[in-house]
């Protein structure tokens, strides 16, 4: 096979294998069987062992890399990544709020939240290139590997951004934790406390494998930072986030008065 004939093969390749990621992961209306998606992968495995300069880091291939890393190299968040102002009552609420607004914010996005953990994709070209924890919010730990494997994430963005860095939320679905506690009760392993904790102690494994076999899922609910982006409401930076590929909350809210 000649590079041409391979860069084109490997091209269409990646598109057919991620419409296939979409139906399966997204929509869970798989269209092939896993034999025939593993003979894809396979295939485009091939193509870039033989030409290793056609292999880019947006490649389905390396969603799961199955290496072990001995340790996580630190991360210092350019964005400060705080934490969540816990509230108890309706009291607390109102003076959040009325606090807010003398900072000057004139509209509020209510939405859920996802008890997981909290993490910073980047991208720089519209490429994930880094993806680290929230650690102590300045400073966390490369994760990249391990969130690669989680389906939901894009590994290409429907632009081409110079650099975006955004604010997710990693967590594990009702039926990944019920399998994960039956998986572990079979083995005679301790079961995880909660969805949260197992979450968290799955995507900090040393094998990436072993993260992408928890069937964890992501929300993003947060722009970090970006190059050139004219975005002055929370809002609307939801909604370019979306229109770029990101899965955000299905449910939001947007009041323009906080007694709403």
Known sequence: MQIQEAENRAAELRRTIEKHNHNYYDLDQPTIEDDEYDALMRELRGIEQEFPQLLTPDSPTQRVGGTVNSSFEK??????????????SEEEVRSFLAGVMEQGAHEFSVEPKIDGLSVSLEYRGGVFTRGSTRGDGFVGEDITANLKTIHSIPLKLAEALPFIEVRGEVYM???????????????GEPLPKNPRNAAAGSLRQKDSSVTAARGLDLFVFNLQQAEGLPFSLHSQTLDYIRSLGFPTIGYRRVEADFAA
């Open 75 to 88: 991360v210092a968040h350019t964005v400060q990544m705080g934490s969540l102002q816990d509230v108890f």
């Open 173 to 187: 679905p009702k039926k990944s934790f019920a399998a994960l506690c039956e998986e572990q009760e079979r083995n």
